[in-house]
């Protein structure tokens, strides 16, 4: 059997051998299609891909079939454009715009931007494409000129500078002066893209620049006249005018036609010696004055003295029969400086010309009996007003560097030979010596300007310190001898450490006449004495200036910082009374009108105490301040009545009860009483509401007292009343149960009102105390205590009340009321005469 088998293996191996050899000659000898050689297998923009015995077709790139498939074959499927630009993932990118092409696309920058590779960028091209913003403000020249360049995303704008204006593609200036920038009296110039304004000659810029921009900057008048030496020259008066100044020549003098290049183009010169017609000034407050004619009422007692001393003169200067003796004269013009207390009452002007008719009236005077050849002889003459040593030059010259010395009132005069014969004197040769007693307290420092050092610095406290004197010489009045005048002045107060002393010169000018320091200097100061050495025969005196902080000015501030406080707790203490409705009663609105008046009057003294350029301005600030003092401490007044009614309510049964007293007679009496006094004080002396000084009742003349007087009398009739109070709340409180709540309310209420009564009282009552040593502290407890009034009072009225600060701290903290029941018991309370309690 195996063998058998064994061939028929091996047969049917030789068979599938024989098979197989067929199928691999037939392969071997058939070779495969290549379907892609046709053009037309695939559609366009398609690339064929051959297989074994088959092809399949790809689109291009940029392209994709119709079918959606990457790889295909057959008819019917196309190729199709790729719209790259319009996916949603911008190929170009931002700031660029993208343009398709057939199976492609084309990137290119905004105008304004670049790339790198450039525009135009296909994704076959090296690189990668970004769009950047191309700075166009680098170059030049793409902005016309005086203007900037502005760069922005992809492209830049122009701007005009200031100060030009665009027209026609180009930055015309703008001419600013067209539309007037530059304020009143200036000058405006143009520039390009800009101007400046330049004050007119005779004025100055406030900022003290003299070219400026500002708007706010206004061009002052410069006040020529102020100048030293003046632009008129000597012996002649300037007068300021708007941008300019004009030149006249005081009384006796006439103008120079040679003139002094010293003094630019104008002098005076003297005319011959006239006697009456030296002094008259042709002023405007003398034209109030005419002679045989009704003045006005408010100019009578200065037309008075003026006519007094006119009348002096017309004996002395026209009496044409006998010679008026010079000790006469004297004694009568010693009669006029005799009511230089009522100077006060004059305003500055009027106080200034009569200041300048009296020192001329006895310089003329003196004048004449040393020219009047009957009667020249050398004389001393002693008033209790004036002095006066005159000395008649004879031979006494012919020596050389002789030196006369002349005294008055403990005054000298030291004058050589050779001053006098400098004033060329025509006729008889001479000189006097004067001294005025109170005429330093009307000329006071307030008269006094200095450019270099002026009055208005605080700090520097000023007062006179010496009589006024005046020296005379016949002749040509200088004021450039050669050699000084020596003056030798007795100060009135020992100069202090701290104290300066200034010598001072009255010079006469458009307004009648101030304190000037030009033309004499200070060459020795002691303790009594003071030397002014001086180019000029002048009417002097000696100011003292106080180079340290003054006690003057501490009370300054401290009265100021003390006001604003009070003016600070007067307002909280006026709303407390308003808003507080748990406290309101009858002694609740006393207090509310109180208040009202303290703050009024401190308001108004802290604005208007100083403004005394307006003498009826002045007055009437005087006047109400009078009014709203005097009205607080009657609302005291008020009070206190109305406190003793409520103490005898308590102890008599059907007394008369306050409570019967309606709110309307209150007011009546707490304004309409001090309405009537300022009233009958107006009446009797007017003139004496606001002085040089102060917006406030004249204290020289006794005028005070009518203040004075009823706030003493309310304070006395006060302490009676509020003792009598107290008297009777003990013995009441000690004859029943001392827990009782109202009198021991009302009693509170009593102390308090006494605590007032010292705040508002007492304190004016320092300010009589201010004499003697103890001035000085006195005038600190008088101002301190005076001026922090307001502060008192709310501490008294609202924080030391128990209820004031309960409702304070419902207010602070924002807690709603107290309950009913607690606030039925308050209110009850409230209802009795004073809830004021004592915390």
């Given at each position: 059997m195996w063998p058998f088998s064994l061939l028929l293996f091996w047969g049917c191996c030789g068979i599938y051998s024989w098979k197989m050899h067929v199928v691999s000659t037939v392969a071997t000898t058939t070779a495969d299609v290549n379907e892609c050689a046709d053009t037309t297998a695939?559609?366009?923009?398609?690339?064929?891909?051959?297989?074994?015995?088959?092809?399949?077709?790809?689109?291009?790139?940029?392209?994709?079939?119709?079918?959606?498939?990457?790889?295909?074959?057959?008819?019917?499927?196309?190729?199709?454009?790729?719209?790259?630009?319009?996916?949603?993932?911008?190929?170009?990118?931002?700031?660029?715009?993208?343009?398709?092409?057939?199976?492609?696309?084309?990137?290119?920058?905004?105008?304004?931007?670049?790339?790198?590779?450039?525009?135009?960028?296909?994704?076959?091209?090296?690189?990668?494409?970004?769009?950047?913003?191309?700075?166009?403000?680098?170059?030049?020249?793409?902005?016309?000129?005086?203007s900037d360049c502005v760069n922005s995303m992809g492209s830049y704008s122009c701007s005009c500078q200031v100060g030009f204006i665009s027209s026609n593609s180009i930055c015309e200036d703008i001419d600013e002066c067209i539309v007037k920038m530059c304020p009143a009296n200036a000058t405006c110039t143009n520039t390009p893209g800009s101007y400046f304004c330049t004050c007119h000659p005779g004025f100055a810029p406030s900022s003290g620049q003299l070219d400026f921009t500002d708007q706010a900057v206004e061009c002052r008048d410069i006040d020529e006249c102020f100048q030293d030496p003046s632009p008129c020259g000597p012996n002649s008066v300037c007068t300021n005018t708007l941008g300019s100044y004009s030149c006249s020549c005081t009384v006796g003098f006439r103008p120079n036609p040679e003139g002094f290049q010293k003094y630019g183009n104008f002098s005076c010169k003297r005319l011959p010696f006239k006697c009456k017609e030296d002094v008259i000034p042709s002023h405007e407050q003398v034209q109030q004055c005419p002679q045989g004619a009704a003045v006005k009422p408010e100019y009578g007692s200065f037309c008075a003295l003026i006519k007094d001393t006119f009348h002096i003169l017309d004996n002395v200067c026209e009496n044409k029969t006998a010679v008026v003796p010079l000790k006469s004269t004297a004694e009568s013009l010693s009669s006029v400086l005799e009511q230089i207390s009522t100077w006060s009452r004059f305003t500055k002007e009027e106080t200034s010309t009569l200041g300048r008719v009296l020192l001329e009236s006895v310089e003329s005077t003196t004048l004449a009996a040393l020219l009047n050849p009957s009667a020249n002889v050398s004389e001393t003459i002693q008033t209790e007003y004036l002095?006066?040593?005159?000395?008649?030059?004879?031979?006494?010259?012919?020596?050389?560097?002789?030196?006369?010395?002349?005294?008055?009132?403990?005054?000298?005069?030291?004058?050589?030979?050779?001053?006098?014969?400098?004033?060329?004197?025509?006729?008889?040769?001479?000189?006097?010596?004067?001294?005025?007693?109170?005429?330093?307290?009307?000329?006071?420092?307030?008269?006094?300007?200095?450019?270099?050092?002026?009055?208005?610095?605080?700090?520097?406290?000023?007062?006179?310190?010496?009589?006024v004197i005046g020296g005379i010489v016949t002749g040509e009045r200088k004021d450039d001898f050669s050699a000084p005048i020596i003056y030798t002045l007795e100060n009135i107060q020992p100069k202090g450490e701290s104290e300066r002393p200034i010598c001072v010169s009255w010079s006469t000018d458009a307004e009648g006449g101030r304190w000037t320091p030009s033309g004499c200097v200070t060459l020795k100061a002691s303790e009594m004495h003071t030397v002014c050495g001086c180019n000029r025969v002048a009417n002097l005196a000696v100011i003292m200036a106080s180079g340290e902080l003054t006690v003057e000015f501490s009370l300054y501030v401290i009265s100021h910082v003390g006001m604003i406080i009070s003016l600070v707790c007067l307002?909280?203490?006026?709303?407390?009374?308003?808003?507080?409705?748990?406290?309101?009663?009858r002694n609740t609105y006393i207090h509310l009108h109180l208040c009202v008046c303290?703050?009024?009057?401190?308001?108004?003294?802290?604005?208007?105490?100083?403004?005394?350029?307006?003498?009826?301005?002045?007055?009437?600030?005087?006047?109400?301040?009078?009014?709203?003092?005097?009205?607080?401490?009657?609302?005291?007044?008020?009070?206190?009545?109305?406190?003793?009614?409520?103490?005898?309510?308590?102890?008599?049964?059907?007394?008369?009860?306050?409570?019967?007293?309606?709110?309307?007679?209150?007011?009546?009496?707490?304004?309409g009483l001090p309405g009537l006094v300022v009233l009958i004080s107006a009446t009797v002396q007017s003139w004496d509401y606001g002085t040089n000084n102060r917006c406030w009742l004249n204290t020289e003349t006794g005028f005070i007292w009518s203040f004075l007087g009823p706030v003493c009398t309310i304070i006395t009739v006060n302490c009676i009343l509020l003792t009598w109070a107290l008297y009777i709340l003990r013995k009441k409180l000690s004859s029943v149960n001392a827990d009782v709540s109202t009198l021991k309310d009302t009693r509170l209420l009593?102390?308090?009102?006494?605590?007032?009564?010292?705040?508002?009282?007492?304190?004016?009552?320092?300010?009589?105390?201010?004499?003697?040593?103890?001035?000085?502290?006195?005038?600190?407890?008088?101002?301190?205590?005076?001026?922090?009034?307001?502060?008192f009072i709310f501490l008294i009225h609202c924080l030391l009340n128990h209820q004031v600060r309960e409702e304070y701290r419902r207010w602070i903290t924002g807690k709603t009321k107290p309950s009913s029941q607690s606030q039925t018991s308050r209110i009850l309370l409230s209802s009795l005469p004073s809830t004021s309690k004592m915390g």
């Open positions: 695939c559609p366009a923009y398609a690339t064929c891909t051959n297989t074994m015995e088959s092809y399949y077709c790809s689109c291009k790139n940029g392209f994709l079939s119709s079918n959606g498939q990457s790889h295909f074959k057959g008819p019917g499927v196309k190729c199709t454009d790729i719209d790259e630009c319009s996916q949603s993932s911008p190929k170009c990118g931002p700031n660029s715009v993208c343009r398709n092409m057939l199976g492609r696309y084309k990137c290119s920058c905004f105008l304004g931007f670049y790339s790198p590779t450039g525009n135009d960028w296909t994704p076959e091209k090296p690189g990668s494409f970004a769009c950047t913003d191309i700075d166009e403000c680098l170059s030049s020249g793409v902005c016309p000129e005086h002095d006066i040593e005159s000395k008649v030059i004879n031979d006494e010259c012919t020596e050389e560097n002789v030196v006369f010395n002349l005294k008055a009132k403990g005054d000298e005069m030291k004058i050589g030979c050779s001053t006098i014969a400098e004033s060329e004197s025509t006729g008889t040769a001479g000189v006097a010596f004067v001294s005025f007693v109170g005429m330093e307290s009307a000329l006071d420092e307030h008269f006094f300007q200095d450019l270099q050092t002026p009055l208005g610095n605080s700090w520097r406290k000023l007062k006179m310190n010496s009589r307002i909280l203490a006026i709303a407390t009374f308003l808003l507080c409705r748990s406290i309101r009663n303290l703050f009024l009057a401190k308001s108004l003294f802290l604005a208007g105490i100083g403004k005394t350029d307006n003498k009826m301005g002045c007055a009437i600030i005087a006047g109400f301040l009078h009014y709203l003092f005097l009205a607080c401490f009657f609302w005291m007044l008020v009070e206190a009545v109305m406190l003793f009614l409520m103490v005898r309510n308590l102890k008599v049964v059907n007394y008369f009860s306050s409570r019967n007293i309606k709110m309307l007679h209150l007011c009546s009496f707490g304004y009593t102390f308090k009102a006494f605590a007032q009564l010292f705040v508002l009282g007492c304190t004016w009552v320092l300010g009589i105390f201010q004499i003697g040593p103890i001035a000085s502290v006195m005038a600190y407890l008088f101002t301190i205590t005076n001026s922090l009034q307001g502060a």
